[in-house]
């Protein structure tokens, strides 16, 4: 579907010269009585590279279609490839480390998560805003060392590494913030 550059949002992805970018800023400029200038800063969905573009307010560019889909994630395979199963119709897909990256360190088997695909390439992996994971490692807590927000790293069973409350012990589970990373309280089941 074709847009004019002054329809483009923050979010949005457009098709340029076979790759896909996401727009990660959009600024309209009207200087003075001369024709409106829009500065765009895209980052390639393929290659992970920034880009930025002067556009014109006449300019038309593609627009992709993206598709989403809820699936489970449910194995690693030897090759490095994560596996994972669309809920609706159980067609298995392999994203590759590169396109999941550090997001499967929040991501436990049997988790459901928003995978966005390109026609058939997926290219984004969505978590939910956080998520419970159990803590696996723990420094025990020292008798004394009780003052206010005393902090401890913990390694949680997908081998994330979190900075934990001194009570927090192995076997616990806590919640975690997955935009950050942020220790957001123990789960009681």
């Known amino acids: 579907m074709s847009v004019k550059a002054t329809e483009l949002r923050k979010g949005s992805v457009i098709e340029k010269d076979g790759d896909l970018l996401l727009i990660t800023e959009y600024m309209h400029h009207t200087p003075g009585n001369l ?3 829009i500065h765009v800063k895209a980052k390639s969905l393929r290659t992970g590279s920034t880009t930025a573009m ?3 307010s ?23 490839d994560y596996v994972f199963m669309d809920t609706v119709n159980y067609e298995q897909h392999h994203l590759n480390a590169d396109i999941v990256g550090e997001k499967m360190s929040y991501v436990r088997a049997n988790t459901t998560c928003t995978i966005t695909f390109h026609d058939t390439l997926a290219i984004d992996i969505e978590l939910p805003g956080s998520v419970v994971l159990e803590v ?5 807590a020292v008798r004394g060392n009780t003052a206010t927000n005393v902090k ?3 390694i949680l069973e997908t081998g994330l ?5 001194i009570h927090i012990s192995p076997g616990d589970k806590v ?10 309280g123990r789960v009681n089941d």
Request: proline fraction near 4%; aromatic fraction near 8%.
């Open 136 to 140: 696996v490692e723990a420094e025990p």
């Open 54 to 56: 002067r556009l014109g």
């Open 152 to 154: 401890k790293e913990a």
């Open 58 to 80: 006449g300019d038309v560019l593609e627009v992709a279609y993206l598709d989403k889909k809820t699936c489970e994630y449910l194995y690693r395979e030897g090759n490095g």
């Open 35 to 37: 024709r409106a200038i």
């Open 161 to 165: 590494k979190v900075k934990v409350p």
């Open 175 to 184: 919640k975690v913030r997955t935009e950050d990373g942020e220790f957001q």
